[in-house]
């Protein structure tokens, strides 16, 4: 009896020590849902290459996901939803070891404008703490579509001209980034998705974009 009793008790820790350990796997994948992008530091790449000139610095720390210039020329906000409410933070496994990275979307332009580009910015945790491991951005983008569909001065329709990121998104473990292209600036827009694989640091475009003709983006 007592020696069915003490086998049946240490496999009872063995199992509890198993569950315990799983749960700290999984809770350590997801860590970085626990970083506070909306109150972090950046060193923005892009943005500042776009409006250094106007004040912003290489290195910007927002609060509540905002950050203007001391001049109030210039904004760098974290996380801004794109157009019909796309989220700007959006977390998924690029790296495809099990654990989630982290996308985060900036917005930077100059007050009174009427336009605005982003920066996009992709984190892993790494001893327990995020690091940036590749970016993004419009000028990117934008050559990676155009290498595929050159834009033309002299079309009436401003066939395959560049608009700006609309949205991102993760599929089948790459990042999918979608574009408003063509038309006027008023204009219905078409949209372009460009999907990227990560590749060590650097975010690969993976076969020839997409081109959805006047698409919701």
């Known amino acids: 009896m007592h020696s069915r009793i003490i086998p049946l008790y240490f496999l009872s ?9 799983v749960s700290n796997t999984i809770a350590t994948g997801s ?8 109150n972090f530091t950046y060193d923005t790449s892009y943005c500042y290459d776009q409006f250094k000139d106007d004040g912003l610095d290489k ?27 796309k989220p700007g933070i ?6 495809a070891n099990g654990h989630e990275e982290a996308i985060v979307a900036a917005q930077c332009g100059s ?31 934008e050559k990676d579509f155009a290498r595929y569909y050159p834009s033309s001065s002299s079309s009436t329709n401003m066939d395959n001209f560049y608009w700006g990121i609309s949205s991102i998104g993760i599929k089948n473990g790459k990042l999918e ?9 008023a204009c219905m827009h078409s949209t372009a998705i460009i999907r990227y694989k ?16 006047r698409a919701t983006p």
């Open 198 to 213: 990560l590749s060590g640091d650097r975010l690969i475009p993976v076969g020839r974009p997409q081109k959805i003709k």
């Open 31 to 38: 860590d970085i849902r626990n970083i506070d992008f909306k």
């Open 13 to 21: 820790l063995i199992l509890i020590f198993v569950v315990i350990n």
């Open 177 to 185: 980034v979608r574009a408003l292209v063509d038309g006027c600036h």
């Open 111 to 141: 007050f009174g404008a009427n336009y605005s580009l982003r920066e996009i910015f992709v984190y892993t945790m790494n001893n327990g703490k995020p690091r940036l491991i590749a970016t993004i951005d419009d000028g990117g983008v």
């Open 59 to 85: 290195s910007i720390t927002v609060h509540n996901g905002e950050f203007k210039t001391g001049n109030g020329l210039v904004y760098f906000n974290i996380g801004t939803s794109f157009i019909y409410n």
């Open 90 to 95: 959006i977390y998924g496994d690029l790296m």
